[in-house]
């Protein structure tokens, strides 16, 4: 019998394969606005958060600020902080963050194409 507190077991594909480690990322890419940010803040070198504010009218402010945290926790987005008055903030992709929107590419391209 298994331990209430043990994880259960990887469920998997009837081939074998094991989709377990999509997960995280399903969840992450799958939040309102995550996929237009990505390609966003991929789109330049860096952005400051009025910038991608402007890119993404649809969006509320604290629902970028909250995308772009999750996305520095994840790896996908790094943070730059300035010291100047008045302080300077930027983002920019990481490189897991461009490999991330280059594998969304062929995504987009097919959703493009069922409009």
């Not at 999750?70 to 302080?87: C, D, H, K, M």
């Not at 990481?94 to 493009?112: I, K, M, N, S």
Request: aromatic share 6%.
């Amino acid at each position: 019998m298994a331990d209430a507190t043990s994880p259960p077991e990887p469920t998997c594909d009837v081939d074998g394969t094991c989709y377990c480690p999509l997960t995280g990322v399903i969840d992450t890419l799958s939040r309102k606005y995550a996929m237009q940010l990505v390609s966003i803040v991929g789109a330049h070198d860096s952005l400051r958060f009025g910038e991608i504010e402007a890119h993404l009218t649809s969006a509320s402010s604290s629902t970028i600020s909250k995308r772009l945290s999750e996305f520095e926790a994840a790896g996908l987005v790094s943070r730059t902080q300035y010291n100047e008055i008045p302080p300077r903030v930027e983002y920019a992709l990481t490189d897991d963050g461009h490999e991330v929107r280059a594998r969304l590419e062929p995504l987009l391209q097919w959703a493009e194409e069922q409009s």
